[in-house]
């Protein structure tokens, strides 16, 4: 991985940076790679995402979007998606996660800034993106019964598991609509400190797989962070900082919070399983600990009593309340 991929040369020198040195930086769980150019005093993320595995487009759909409507997207440079290169903005090193491990004592601040800019995306209009849809949530939840109970040896009732999921699901897709835009992957990693302060403002990142759907789901997937601890006394001081920002305070809202946390977190279960059994990518096991214990947070709350039911009859405790999440 440490070769430069083919194209990268050619690339760089149409976008007018020929004389930068290429920093190939670390990844993530997609196939997609990162570089970062240097030359003098300026700087340069790009981005490859080959095909047919990967497709830059939708990001910069996304990318264009919200920067046309005042979020703090990267700034598009220059682009070949069919070649799978996008030159953007740099953002450079400080993620929220970084900081946060240099500096816990702004804590709190920081969550509330990011509070804070999802109530920014959530008073727009949506965007043109596809809705998150029942099909949606219903594939998305069966990545938990597709690879983490086979790999566990487990024999599940699915479409009991399918049946649940429709039910419980059913009322949040009443209450989406007109919805807001969902970035899908809102975490401590995926936000960006523009500056030396845990109030500077917000860069997004990571943000391709954008849906239409309801403003619970990025404030599950910032405070069920599967990446970095959250706590309880967090969690509930960001729903309130939220709820009094957005005018939102019915017992609904905290419903839906638990049914979508569930639905993200049974999905990320399966997708971190995905990952090490046919990605050839472990290191995601160790976290599933920390997803399953805010699952079983979600599914206590009485608007998952049918999926709560499902997993007390096909989940064994070993296997639960994060003590036995994943055995390899």
Known sequence: MNQLPEGLAAFIATAGWADAEVQPLPGDASFRRYFRLVRGGESAMLMYAPPPHEDPA????????????????????AAEPRAGWVLTEDFGNDRMRDWLDCNPADEREAYEAAVEALVMLHRLAPGPFAPYDMAVYAREAALFTEWYCPAQGLEVDTAGYAAAWEEVLAPVLARQNPGVTVLRDYHA???MLLGASPRAPQGLIDFQDALVGHPAY???????????DVSADLETAMLLHYAHH????????????????????????????????????PKYLSMIPRVWDALERDLAHPALAPVSHWFDHNIPDTLRFARGAFSA
């Open 246 to 281: 957005a005018g939102v305070a019915d017992e609904e809202f905290l419903a839906d919070y638990a049914r979508l946390g569930a639905q993200r977190n049974a999905k990320i279960v399966g997708i971190f399983t995905r990952l090490n059994a046919r990605d050839g990518k």
């Open 218 to 228: 990025d404030l599950v997937s910032l405070l069920q962070d599967a990446r970095r």
């Open 58 to 77: 939708p990001f910069l759909k996304v990318a264009r979007w919200l920067h046309d409507n005042g979020m703090r997207a990267p700034e598009i440079l």
């Open 189 to 191: 990693e995926n936000i």
